[in-house]
């Protein structure tokens, strides 16, 4: 079946350094591939998304690329936050597009520190 | 225009007991999705349903658990007979149709105690 790996956390940088949280995913088909995030106490959020091979999805600084070659989705800022400390969800459509639910990774948790 | 709305918040209930978790899609949404996230995992899909019917009930235990969204009112997600391994966030979900238009509530924290 489908599924996503996503690196274990947590991971915790100081504020305006670089980060990537990898993602990688197994399934059949042509998926679309999104990253949630979840703030403390709260329910996900749609980050982005990308929907076919080499789509960029962006949003709020963040941007990750649907390669289909290595069957990857990164997640990378240029310069993070403080307010960015959240946990990150990867995830993908299985091959029934919307008919069907979404596949999560387990989250990566990110603390920022000032 | 309000988006997903879940109640309770937060639920206790103990062994045995029934848990009720209600979810209001957002407006003009018909599709409801949900899920589970047990602590330090992501969401597991549990079902999807449209207005009176259960369109995917992959993801939901056999036994004890049950799903509806009926013409009026919320989508209800029903726990019988609750055991501790239930304790869990429950989120759900709704889309106009498929699943680039989904929205999250902000959950229900169910503790079995």
């Known amino acids: 079946g489908d599924s996503v790996t996503q690196m274990e956390g947590p991971v915790t940088l100081s504020e305006e350094a670089f980060l990537t949280i990898n993602c990688t995913y197994t399934?059949?088909?042509?998926?679309?591939l999104f990253w949630y995030v979840q703030y403390p106490g709260e329910g996900l959020q749609l980050l982005l998304k990308?929907?076919?091979?080499?789509d960029k999805g962006s949003n709020k600084g963040f941007e990750a690329t649907y390669r289909k070659e290595t069957t990857s989705f990164h997640l990378e800022k240029g310069s993070v936050q403080v307010s960015d400390s959240a946990v990150y969800f990867c995830?993908?459509?299985?091959?029934?597009?919307?008919?069907?639910?979404?596949?999560f990774g387990k989250g990566t948790h990110l603390i920022i520190q000032p | 225009n309000a988006g997903v709305m879940q109640n309770p918040r937060h639920l206790v209930r103990r062994r045995g007991q029934e848990a009720r978790l209600r979810c209001s899609p957002m407006?003009?949404?018909?599709?409801v999705y949900w899920y589970r996230q047990l602590p330090e995992e992501g969401l597991k899909f549990m079902v999807y349903?449209?207005?009176?019917?259960?369109?995917?009930e992959s993801g939901m235990p056999k036994e004890r658990f049950s799903a509806e969204f009926p013409k009026e009112g919320p989508s209800i997600l029903r726990i019988q007979q609750v055991v501790r391994g239930d304790s869990a966030a429950y989120f759900c979900?709704?889309?106009?149709?498929?699943?680039?238009?989904?929205?999250f509530g902000s959950g229900t924290r169910l503790t079995v105690v």
């Open positions: 407006k003009g949404h018909s599709h």
């Open positions: 995830a993908l459509t299985g091959s029934g597009g919307g008919a069907d639910g979404l596949t």
């Open positions: 399934a059949t088909g042509y998926p679309s």
């Open positions: 979900a709704s889309s106009p149709a498929g699943v680039d238009g989904y929205t």
């Open positions: 990308a929907t076919k091979a080499d």
């Open positions: 349903l449209q207005k009176e019917n259960i369109i995917d």
